[in-house]
Each structure stands twice: as C-alpha cells, then as structure tokens.
C-alpha cells in the first residue's frame, strides 16, 4: 500500500510565485505513525491538544465537524501564514486571507479582501479594499495591512523578496485604497502574488524582528477568515467557526462546519480505514485502488466517477543534468523521451488516477496556451525504434557490444535516475523509465536515496537524471516556464532549473510572458507557441504524466461535494496547503450536513 506525500520547497524566497509551489504532490512514502496517530475504528474524534482552548479530551460533535487528512506529514509546528510549506493545515486561506481567489477551472479571478486592482497605467496598480472587513479581534482590516504585507518583503528572508526586485514603492491612499508603483510591470507575477500571499496584520506584527517574521511560531493567529485556532496535539489540528465573518455579510457566504480537525498523515492503512469507517470526510491522500472504492458499495466519491478519478494538479518531470554527458546533448534527450512507456506508468503503476502529459508538460486546465501545431511538429512518444535511430543518428555507438552506447567518445554511459526511498509510486514509475531506456540502448538503472539526500543532490548538481513536479497549478503558464528556464544558474539551484539548463534566448521569452497582461490571451499564447518550439527542440526537462488533485470524499456527515455531475460544486476539494485561495475555501461554503 503507497500514500502520497508532499514536500515543501523551502528556499521559497527565490520566487514571488513560489506560493505555488509549496503544498506540491510528489513522491509516495509510508512514514511510521507519529505518536497518539488515529487507528482505524469509529468516528476518531479528535481531542484537544496543548494550548487548546477546549481543555483536556474536548470532544467534537460529529455533525458539526469535518474530518479532513493528506497534507501534514507532523505534528503541526506553527502558525505562520509567511511559511507557505509547513504552517499548519488551514493557517492561509482559513484563518488568513489573500486580496483575491482564483479558480483555475474557468480561468477567473474573483475579489476577495480587495473589490477590484486596476492597472491605471503601464507602471502603476491600484487596489480598492472591501469595506467592513475586520480581523479577529475586532480590529479593522485597512490599507496600511495590505501596505506593511508588501513591505515585509524587503526582509530578504521573506518568500516574496523578489517582488522588491521590480516594485517601487506601496502607498496607502486612504483607508481603502493601495497605490502600487513599479519599476518594470510584471503582470504574470503580479496576478500570482495577489492570490497567492496572504494579508497580515499590521497592529499585531508591526513590532516582530525578521527572525520572527519568517520563523515565529504565531501559537495565537489572528486573521481575518472563517476560522479561529481551536486546539492541536500530535496528530491533529483543530480549527473552529468564528462568528463575524465579513464575507457572510459581504457575499452570503457561510463555511457550513463549526470544527475543522485535519489529521496527521500516518500511513495508508490508516486513512483508507478512517474514510472507509466514515472518520474521514475528506481524504487528500493519494490511495490506489480508488477505483474500487467508487465502483464498490464503500460510500466514497471522487470528483470523475471514471479515470483519472481527479482534477490533474501537477506535471510529473524526467529532469536530465544538461551539464552531464550525455544528458548535455538534446539529441540524446530526444532519444530518452522516446523510450519512455508513459501509458504502462500510467495503466500499471497508477491504474488509470492519472493522466499522460502533453509533450509540453502544460496542464489540461492551460491546454488553450497549447500550438497543437508545434506538438505535432516537435512532440514526442514512446517508439523504440525511434529512439535507437536518434541515438544512432546522433553518433551514439556500442562500441564495446554490451547492449548500451558509449558517449561520444567512447566513454562509459552508465546513468542514474534517482528517486527518494519509500515513494513507491515513482519508484515503480522510475523502473518502467530505466526498462525503456535500457531497450533502446541506453543504460540506464533507478536509485533510491533518502529523500534528503536526494535534495542535497538536486540542488548541488551531483546527479544524471531525477523525477520532480515542484510546480503546481496556478493562473499563469509562466509559473512551469520559470520553473523549466529561470537563468542565471546558481551554485546551489534550490527551487527551480534543477537541470541547469542555459538559454537565454527561451529565458528571454519566458520573461516577455511575465510582461503579458493576463487578459492578452493571445499574447500569451504567441509567445507560449515560441517557448514551446523551443522547449520540444531542446527537451531541458521531459514531461510523462500529470499527477491528481487527489481527493476520495463521503457523504456520511456531508454532502455536496465538489464533483464532474451536474448542480454540484465545480471548486477544488482540497485542503491542500495553498489550494485554499483556488477555491479550496469556497467549497466549505457548499457543503451541506448530512441530515438536511
């Protein structure tokens, strides 16, 4: 049995958009359960923890609470909307709030702490605030929150310090109004940062030293959403309904469960039991065999009653080391893209819960920023006998008969695709990878490293070949194309560009798309259409398959989950971290009580 994790990428500050990378599914791994971990029997109702305002074993009514479980891997350590990657399930976007939600499915932004942001001219941006928003503790939301947000990132430890690279200065006009100027207008980046970064208050925060700014624990967090800190312990968070919420008056928009208790993720065993047993309303695990679940009497959903099962939430990569033989060759990288089985990874490893890639690695939801013509011209597919032509081609040779190529001088080509112990999916995944490439006659042979071993590799340079999907969802395109291309390369290539690949010519479009407007479709897709001819001649990393948003729900305490039928919820149903502001939130708002 395999449970998918998700890692953080903690050198965030490298990137204003990195909001969406944290919270990324990647990998399976089967931790041991931390201590007091739920079993897998009856309602498991949580109790509550130190420094809960409940006391000792508070109890949870199970009609008033909803179970959720698949995104923390500990106990919950801090309360710190700033740290995007291991605050507590719920910090942002329950208990902190953005300027605005994005629905990825139709391509929208709505306004959420802001009414409206207007571009008034090339360099300038002005944000109008809703009225009568007020944090929990009474305090009025105002300009001079959203000013002092933006002016923490003139911390270089703050994730969003590059913003500072290209804002000029922040302004508030009066109470309601923000004034933005900035010395070169980012738009792609810009339209990322006001969904993705969350607002904090200014009264409480004002007074916090950059070591406390990024690494404070905030035990008493003080926002301006649905939720309040209710209690925690090992294995759990408990967040419960305040009253006051401003987007009830606002917007009549209600979150239906008094109490939130996010589980701690412990095992596969575990969250299959808990869900099948009704202890889990919500399960964002990845769990094979779902298939069998929804075509079986087991009362659990998903959001397609047919595969892949979920909305596809990420690109699963084949990273080669550019700065390596063979992998510096894009002939050679041709060649390995088309040894690859995709479809045997996605019908055999996956069993059908996720989706092969489009050889551009754009997710379904970005499918409109696809040159089908460039892909039928460029694109890639599994064919053996294609792949050995390519190499041959390229002047690739057994020379001594062992069945692979030599580099091209002669050299030993013995390469290592590496994936951490433990994540079992891709470590089936990174075999099919290795059995291809090896029947096209190149050596080719997985490893499996701690996971932090692994990272200290990815980010020195010292490996052949990795699988990796740090980027998720998210408004722009432009996110996956920075994340492919971002130049210059560094020593240490912390968060994106592992293959450390340089062009400046592709870098230099993936920087003219960050200078689109977001409304300038076609634009956008212009220059898209070059990234893309570009990318497919040169193969710097190799798109296989898109992983899901993977979420199994039931109907035992609520209903009205988010799904493909018609009349029900089309928002995200997840509590993913940084999926809230997509619309994650939204679905609270839809749920309805078992009961009526």
Known sequence: MRIRRRFAILGAAACVACTAVAGCTGGSTT?????????SSGAAAPSAGAGGAGGANAAFPRNETLYTSGTQWGPPVNWNPLRTWDSATGTK?????????????????????AESGTW????????????????????????????????????????YANLWDWLEKVEAVDPGTVKFTFDKANYQQWANWVYGNAIVPKHIWGGLSEEEVLNGVNEKPVGTGPYAYHSHDQDRMAWVKRDGWWATAALGKDVKPK??????????????????????????????????????????????????????????????????KPMDDPAFRKALANSIDTKKIVEGVYGNLVKASSPTG???????????????????????????????????????????????????ASLKVIVPAGWTDWMEA???????AKAAGIDL???????????????????????????????????????MFRLPVNKQQNTVNFGRYENKKVWDLVQDLDGRKVDDVEGMKQVASQIQRIQLDELPVIPLWYNGLWAQTSNAAWTNWPSSAAGTPKTPPTMWRNWLELGGVLTLTELKPAGG
């Not at 931790?31 to 079993?39: D, H, I």
């Not at 928003?133 to 305090?139: E, L, M, N, R, S």
Request: proline share 7%; charged share 25%.
């Open 362 to 412: 754009l997710l379904p939801q970005w499918d409109k920023y696809v040159d089908q013509a460039v892909v039928s011209e460029k694109g890639f597919a599994f064919d053996t006998a294609k792949a050995k032509k390519l190499l041959a081609d390229a002047g690739y040779k057994d020379g001594d008969g062992d069945g692979f190529v030599e580099n091209k001088d002669g050299s030993k």
């Open 259 to 324: 109490y939130i208790v996010d589980i701690v993720n412990s095992s596969n065993e575990v969250a299959m039991g808990l869900l099948l047993q009704k202890g889990l309303d919500l399960s964002n695990n990845f769990l094979p065999g779902v298939a069998n679940l929804v075509k079986g009497n087991f009362g659990v959903q998903t959001y397609y009653p047919e595969p892949p099962y979920m909305l596809s939430a990420n690109t699963a990569f084949l990273v080669p080391n550019t700065t390596k």
């Open 93 to 113: 976007g329950l208990v902190y709030e953005t300027l605005f939600l994005y629905d990825p499915q139709t391509d929208k932004f709505t306004p959420w702490l």
């Open 31 to 39: 931790p041991s359960a931390p201590s007091g971990a739920p079993q």
């Open 445 to 483: 042979t997985p490893e499996f490293p701690d996971y932090n071993a692994l990272v200290d590799q990815r980010t020195s340079g010292k490996f052949d070949l990795l699988l990796n999907n740090e980027r998720q969802l998210s408004n722009t395109p432009w996110m996956y194309y920075d994340y």
């Open 120 to 159: 008034t001219d090339d360099k300038t941006y002005e944000l109008k605030l809703r009225q009568g928003v007020t944090w929990a503790d009474g305090k009025p939301f105002t300009a001079d929150d959203v000013v002092f947000t933006v002016e923490l990132g003139k911390m270089k430890t703050v994730p």
């Open 430 to 436: 990174s075999r099919v990878i290795a059995e291809g």
